[in-house]
């Protein structure tokens, strides 16, 4: 019912900025949840930031002061904005919108930080 894609991701050196889009198709409502997360390889999926309209984001401790999450509901998108790029960040970002106990996901975009 729901497809999300994103995009945006790409090379970076270290301290640069990167901003990530998610457009959603289908039934997407702004009284659910919408977040990032990202997998870099050999570890776990992990929470970067999350959305819900009228509420305060909610970020992971190691983005706080450096990324910020934003949400378009006239457009149907979600934003990522990275500032201040570590190489620890280097990852594939995933855009997630969350009813109830249903997951949906995209398929990713590559972020790469390096010099």
């Known amino acids: 019912q729901v497809r999300l894609v994103e995009s945006g991701g790409g090379l970076v050196q270290p301290g640069g900025s990167l901003r990530l889009s998610c457009v959603g198709f289908?039934?997407?409502?702004?009284?659910?949840?919408m977040g990032w997360y990202r997998q870099a390889p050999g570890k776990e999926r992990e929470l970067v930031a999350h959305?819900?309209?009228?509420?305060?984001?909610t970020y992971a401790d190691f983005v706080k002061g450096r990324f910020t999450i934003s949400r378009d509901n006239a457009k149907n998108t979600l934003y990522l904005q990275m500032n201040s790029l570590k190489p620890e960040d280097t990852a594939v970002y995933y855009c997630?919108?969350?009813?109830?106990?249903?997951?949906?996901w995209g398929q990713g975009t590559q972020v790469t930080v390096s010099s």
């Open positions: 997630n919108y969350r009813v109830t106990v249903n997951n949906y």
């Open positions: 289908g039934l997407i409502s702004s009284f659910y949840p």
């Open positions: 959305i819900t309209s009228g509420i305060s984001p």
